[in-house]
């Protein structure tokens, strides 16, 4: 299962965040231990570098993409390995919407559209969706019709 979806800015703040199956008087300890470890490790990181972490069954993927952090977690059959095609798949879409590697003005300002992304990716803890292309037929809105 995939535990949590987080993104957050340089300074550690979080600007988007999905759990699933964390009780929440765990989400304050996650949410400090990820923003800490992309503190520890993603300073001169390269867009899109990987790192991997692990602590027990629980596996991290992270990365950096312009000025926006994002931290997958994942446990039982989300491994590293496929974190990293999750991770992929996310990267890709923001990067998608925001035109290029965002910067937090312009990944705030893309917000509503990056959370209808993500949910299409990821659905209550698991990976529903890959392609881009995909993602983006599916989060197309219509307009409302008179009925």
Same mark, same amino acid.
């Given at each position: 299962?995939l535990?949590a979806?987080?993104?957050?800015?340089s300074?550690?703040?979080?600007?988007?965040?999905?759990?699933?199956?964390?009780?929440?008087?765990e989400r304050?300890?996650?949410?400090s231990?990820?923003? &800490?470890?992309g503190? %520890?490790? #993603?300073?001169? *990181?390269?867009n899109?570098?990987?790192?991997?972490?692990?602590? +027990?069954? /629980?596996?991290?993927?992270?990365?950096?993409?312009?000025?926006?952090?994002i931290?997958?977690?994942? &446990?039982?059959?989300? %491994?590293? #390995?496929?974190l *990293?095609?999750?991770?992929?798949a996310?990267?890709?879409?923001v +990067?998608? /919407?925001?035109?290029?590697?965002?910067?937090?003005?312009?990944f705030?300002?893309?917000?509503?559209?990056?959370?209808?992304?993500?949910?299409?990716?990821?659905?209550?803890g698991?990976?529903?969706?890959?392609?881009?292309?995909?993602?983006k037929r599916?989060?197309?809105?219509?307009?409302?019709?008179?009925v």
């Amino acid at each position: 299962m995939l535990l949590a979806v987080l993104f957050s800015n340089s300074e550690g703040n979080i600007l988007v965040e999905r759990f699933h199956g964390v009780p929440a008087e765990e989400r304050l300890h996650w949410r400090s231990f990820l923003v &800490k470890l992309g503190a %520890d490790n #993603l300073k001169g *990181a390269k867009n899109e570098e990987l790192f991997v972490a692990s602590h +027990k069954s /629980v596996y991290i993927v992270y990365t950096i993409l312009g000025d926006v952090c994002i931290y997958v977690v994942g &446990k039982d059959e989300y %491994d590293e #390995l496929a974190l *990293a095609e999750v991770i992929f798949a996310i990267t890709s879409t923001v +990067k998608d /919407v925001c035109s290029k590697p965002p910067t937090e003005r312009v990944f705030l300002d893309k917000y509503g559209k990056i959370c209808l992304c993500l949910d299409e990716i990821v659905w209550k803890g698991m990976l529903e969706n890959t392609d881009k292309d995909r993602v983006k037929r599916l989060i197309r809105l219509k307009p409302p019709t008179d009925v």
